[in-house]
T-cell receptor, first 113, second 111 residues
């Protein structure tokens, strides 16, 4: 099993450009999450999806949209990137609504100039 | 959401135990205590979790105070690979989907 995979690993954007971060998991997990981590800080939840077809806002959703394409894939879109969105983005998944552990991907390092 | 307080950093010598404290004085009855760690340039990984009783697994032990207002993660024999940021997180058992990360404790292991 590959676990949680994220693409791309690195990305540089100019202010105003758009892009989509891709996340996929092969563990048949129901819940998926997007976090961002700014330098020296803990992770903050952007959006999450408790099951296929549902999405909910987290702590810092402004400037982002998400799509739960199917059970495996959960994408994060920046429609008009801003320098404040420079961060490392982590995707995670969890088996169900209970207290199972979350499994994290390796992250996408995004720089917005 | 109930918050946790952890020291910013700790140092340990290799092959010695490491005790990482976490204060959570506003913990509620349905909050579980979770620990995750983040190795350099990686995503976080689960370490352990508990509710009231002490817990052991292959990675660590979790000691929970009787009043549940504090807990301690114990790494029994630190190795260089244990150098990471350790996060203590409270997760509401009634609505357990979200993790709220604080600043964590950066652990440095000296050879």
């Amino acid at each position: 099993n590959a676990g949680v995979t994220q693409t791309p690993k690195f990305q540089v954007l100019k202010t105003g450009q758009s892009m989509t971060l891709q996340c996929a998991q092969d563990m048949n997990h129901n819940s998926m999450y997007w976090y961002r981590q700014d330098p020296g800080m803990g992770l903050r939840l952007i959006y999450y999806s408790a099951s296929e077809g549902t999405t909910d806002k987290g702590e810092v959703p402004n400037g982002y949209n998400v799509s739960r394409l199917n059970k495996r894939e959960f994408s994060l879109r920046l429609e008009s990137a801003a320098p404040s969105q420079t961060s490392v983005y982590f995707c995670a998944s969890k088996r169900d609504r209970g207290l199972d552990e979350q499994f994290f991907g390796p992250g996408t390092r995004l720089t917005v100039l | 959401d109930a918050k946790t307080t952890q020291p910013n950093s700790m140092e340990s010598n290799e092959e010695e135990p490491v005790h990482l404290p976490c204060n959570h004085s506003t913990i509620s009855g349905t909050d579980y205590i979770h620990w995750y760690r983040q190795l350099p340039s990686q995503g976080p990984e689960y370490v352990i979790h508990g509710l009231t009783s002490n817990v052991n697994n292959r990675m660590a032990s979790l000691a929970i105070a009787e009043d549940r207002k504090s807990s301690t993660l114990i790494l029994h024999r630190a190795t260089l690979r244990d150098a990471a940021v350790y996060y203590c997180i409270l997760r509401d058992g009634a609505k357990g989907n979200k993790l709220t990360f604080g600043g964590g404790t950066r652990v440095l292991v000296k050879p």
